[in-house]
């Protein structure tokens, strides 16, 4: 088995691995709440491309780990039934993006805009919210892609090992929940 590609956070406490056979999509997502949890996070330049794009490689679960820093691991909602976005509280920077329980394996681990170990971007999501004209491309392929990886992992059972949930389904981190004004005022204008 071949080594796992290194993530880290800006200030390095907090360490994250990628599985490098992990199969997936590279999409680039332009929406309003991708953006906005980059700028929240105070990452709105650093962490989004030109046009406003996310990189977001979405894989399962089980092809995540972390080997360091699982304590500064924290939980944003932008709503109390938004997405589960993932940081790191040590320094802000953007981890990954599940859906609010394990049973359905997807996570989408959030890449800085000029990561290049996973391939070509595949799919354009959401590009109504981009900041310049973005053409949306490949939306089929990547539900597909997630619903095939979906099921293959409830198939093996690797559905089980998820390092953003706990054994009973809890998440391993109590999230925060943006009020409305957090919100607008981290929206792209």
Known sequence: MSDPYDMSCHCG???WTIARAARGTLVKCYCADCQTFARHLGHGTDWLDAAGGSAIFQTAPHNLGFPDGMAHVALL???????FRWY???CGTPIAN???GPGFPFV????QP??????????WANTAAARTPVKARGIARAVLGVLGRAALARLTGSYRTNPFFDAAGAPVA??????KAERDAARPH
């Open 13 to 15: 406490a907090t360490r």
């Open 77 to 83: 909602r932008l709503g109390p039934k938004g997405l």
């Open 88 to 90: 790191a509280d040590c």
């Open 98 to 100: 599940t859906l609010s």
């Open 108 to 111: 989408g681990a959030v890449l």
């Open 114 to 123: 000029d990561e290049n170990r996973f391939g070509p971007v595949r799919v």
């Open 174 to 179: 109590p999230p925060t929940v943006l009020s």
